[in-house]
């Protein structure tokens, strides 16, 4: 079973409860708070050898736990407030890999205004884990940008530049929350979606959960100057972990958005939303028009 197939299995055993307004399937769940307005909560793991190798600065992995996490609220149009960092240590680990792991942890932290307020400590039989879980908000008076909000006639954009995770940008990526709340302020979102799992995965989710069809534009994808020379559109799309962020707009945004870009960070209008059989178009730059599969990340291909 692939890892999507487990996921939708789980979520039709999933039970659900009074205030979840999105569960599962998104990059954050939604759960209305008792007195009004709501919260976003999400959850990830990073295992050795998986997510990280064991020669990994553990500073780097306890910065990339809290930041991959921070990327998921961002991608809600969320700030992140509040994380919980539970941990696995090897039997042997010394106390030199528990504190630069969390020395990591609470830089990222820091630097986006989160607070530390709880976690697990456990040893581990195998490699060292790391599970991060936060606790986001929406802006006053907003609400979440799911990967649903997706509608024919938007334009499809992306921050930043795509395909140099490889190169050791994973582990000390900047989440994008700073751009992610600008972007809520100033422009009119539909959907949004994270890049974790690589471009091609990632516009397939957020097509599918909106039912639309996304026209990308091959020769439009900003490529990280770092993306491996043999195939850097292969690495802008299907590598993953670039931790960018990947929406839609209103069309008649997209001029302003490009031109001003979000806090520092340039946008790129890579494509266009459609009417159609949920899936996503990559056009070359030959015109050509092909299905692209969703060849990103896939935890249980190997
Ligand atoms: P992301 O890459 O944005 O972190 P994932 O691909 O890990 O998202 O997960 C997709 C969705 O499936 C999320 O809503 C997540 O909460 C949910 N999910 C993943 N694994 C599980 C699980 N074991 N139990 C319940 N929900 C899960
Ligand atoms: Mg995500």
Redesign the pocket.
Known sequence: MK??E??HW??ER?PSAAGLA????????VLDCPGGGCVVV???MLLEGTHFSADDLPEDVGYKAVA??I??VA?MGCRSLHAFLAVGLPAVADSALARGLFDGAVAAANRFGVSLAGGDTTRSPGGLSICSTLVGAPPEGRTPILRSGARPGQALAVTGDLGGSLSGHHLRFVPRQTEALQLVEEYAVGGM??L??GLSS?AW?LARMSGVRLRLFADRIPISPRASAADPLGAALNDGEDFELLFTVASEECARLSGAGLAGTPITIIGEVLAGTPGVTLVDSSGRETDLKAGGYEHFSR
Do not use: K, P, Q, W
């Not at 999105?22 to 769940?29: E, Q, R």
């Open positions: 890892e999507l487990l996921i789980i979520a999933a999105t569960g599962i399937g998104d990059d954050c769940a999400t959850t990830d991959v996490s990327s998921d991608a979606i994270d974790s799992d990632d989710h």
